[in-house]
């Protein structure tokens, strides 16, 4: 079972930037397509960016232009530059296969993204 920790969120003003880091456990990201998923309180998980085992990328159209995903395979890690960012990007950011694979990678417990003035 692969592990997954998200890491590099936190409380950034409209505009600002952030880049968002992903740890596996385990080398995955050669074989799987691997993404970023955002969910705010009340509202159903997003795929907002993934990367397939290629290197081609693709966002959801609210993201476009803003956000790039990319991936280091020797450091088994995933990452997410987030550009011009806007408050309804505020949400809790996870990574994980695309589509999801429960029974080999576990969801991690994301990292909180707040844009704010």
């Known amino acids: 079972q692969v592990q997954l920790v998200e890491s590099g969120g936190g409380l950034v003003q409209p505009g600002g930037s952030l880049r968002l880091s992903c740890a596996a456990s385990q080398s995955i990201f050669s074989i799987y397509v691997m993404g970023w998923y955002r969910q705010a309180p009340g509202k159903q998980r997003e795929l907002v960016a993934h990367?397939?085992?290629?290197?081609?990328?693709n966002y959801v159209d609210s993201v476009k232009g803003r956000f790039t995903i990319s991936r280091d395979n020797a450091k088994n890690t995933l990452y997410l530059q987030m550009n011009s960012l806007k408050p309804e990007d505020t949400a809790v950011y996870y990574c994980?296969?695309?589509?999801?694979?429960?029974?080999?990678?576990?969801w991690g417990p994301g990292t909180q993204v707040t844009v704010s003035s």
């Open positions: 990367i397939t085992t290629g290197g081609n990328t």
């Open positions: 994980n296969t695309a589509p999801i694979r429960s029974s080999r990678v576990n």
